[in-house]
């Protein structure tokens, strides 16, 4: 297959690149780096079956040539980057969807969406099916993110059902391993590089509010596991192993042996407003129809991204 994947510089994105081009496919990755990053694709460099575009995907996207496949990830999923370009977040979600849908269809290609479990917002059923609507306050500084992922959802759906795009939307829970960005705000690389500094582990609030992590490896063989099905509905994929981020905290001590004290911390920004108080999975349609579940323990995946973060900071 020749196949497109927007956000391909990115944390999950360059993990698909390595997962398709190890598989035999060629591979287009396309991202403006504004979140992503050269040095997630730089092994990559070299293989005759990889090409990188840059491309900011809320321009107009071409691509040359037959694509069979089109994954798009473009996004700027961690709340403090969308805190911080609001509107860019809005434009990724909605007009990079747009012409990333508009160029599968034009191609012929198969098109996935990676959507997330924020479009469950603060949700009001726990765990969360696939069936249930959400809890999401638009005008909230989340909303940016919440309600331009919901709003790409219904466009994926309006060109399945009225252009005939065959389509797959998985929403993603918390997924975690190396090529995060250290910098991105998000509570895993916080955590382990504040741990293997020495720093204090900032819990925001009381620590109280849960999340369940997903180790990359796992999520992509999931995204593979359902572009082989023949789904369309929104399958969630996520690991349902809950717990509270304090837990999270202190499990991230004992991973990385730190000696860190752990402090409770209120941030003057509004990146705790509309905070989920809980999320977990239910993987129930993702284990019947995929015979997917999640198979890298915590433990394991946090020494992983652990030994990738030291080796980052020149710590290894
Ligand atoms: N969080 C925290 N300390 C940090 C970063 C995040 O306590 O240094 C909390 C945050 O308030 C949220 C959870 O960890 O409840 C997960 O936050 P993250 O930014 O990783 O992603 P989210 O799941 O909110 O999209």
Redesign the pocket.
Known sequence: MRILITGGAGFIGSHLCDRYLAEGHEVIAMDNLSTGSEANIAHLAGNERFHFIKHDVTHYIYVDGSVDLVLHLASLP??VDYLNYPIQTLKVGALGTHNALGLAMAKGAKFFLASTS?VYGDPLEHPQRESYWGNVNPIGPRGVYDESKRFAEALVMAYHRYHGVDTRIVRIF?TYGPRMRADD????P??INQALRGEPL????K?Q?T?SFCYVDDLVDGFVRLLASTCNAPVNLGNPRELT?LEFAHKVKEITGSDSEIIFVQPQDE??KD??QV?CPDITRARELLGWSAQVALEEGLQRTAAYFSCQAGLA
């Open positions: 961690s709340p924020e918390n705000g998000r509570v895993v916080n955590f900032t819990v925001y609030e620590g509010q999340r981020i990146r705790t905070d989920p999320r």
